[in-house]
Nanobody, 123 residues
Framework: QVQLVESGGGLVQAGGSLRLSCAAS????????MGWFRQAPGKEREFVAG????????YYADSVKGRFTISRDNAKNTLYLQMNSLKPEDTAVYYC????????????????WGQGTQVTVSS
C-alpha cells in the first residue's frame, strides 16, 4: 500500500512558478507509475503529467507541455511537479496518484491518491 501527501501549493501571480511535492510512504513507491492530476471547480479531474518507475519516461498533457516538469526521487520516496509560466487556467486542486500498472491518463486506473493541494494563479 502507498500513502501520498502533497505539499507546495499556494497563491502565485500569472507567469510565476511553484514546485509541488508528493511524499510517499511504503516500500513500493519505486514500483509504481506516478501521475499528477488536477481538478478545477465544476470540472472533471484531468491528467497533467506522468512518470515511469525509473523516471526515464515522462508524459504530459498538451496544456502543460513545455511549462511543467515531472520528476521523482525514489531514494526519497518523493514525486515532484515543477510548474513554470503559470496561467490563471492552471488554478485547481492538484493531486498525485500511484498506478501499480502502467501509464494511463484515466483517474480510474490509479490505485492510490493524495488529499490534494490547492494552486491558485491570479491574473
Amino acid at each position: 500500500q502507498v500513502q501520498l501527501v502533497e505539499s507546495g501549493g499556494g497563491l502565485v501571480q500569472a507567469g510565476g512558478s511553484l514546485r509541488l511535492s508528493c511524499a510517499a510512504s511504503g516500500r513500493t513507491f519505486s514500483r509504481h507509475f506516478m501521475g499528477w492530476f488536477r481538478q478545477a471547480p465544476g470540472k472533471e479531474r484531468e491528467f497533467v503529467a506522468g512518470i515511469s518507475w525509473s523516471g526515464g519516461s515522462t508524459y504530459y498533457a498538451d496544456s502543460v507541455k513545455g511549462r511543467f516538469t515531472i520528476s521523482r526521487d525514489n531514494a526519497k520516496n518523493t514525486l515532484y511537479l515543477q510548474m513554470n509560466s503559470l496561467k490563471p487556467e492552471d488554478t485547481a486542486v492538484y493531486y498525485c496518484a500511484a498506478d501499480s500498472a502502467w501509464y494511463s491518463t484515466y483517474p480510474s486506473e490509479y490505485d492510490y491518491w493524495g488529499q490534494g493541494t490547492q494552486v491558485t494563479v491570479s491574473s
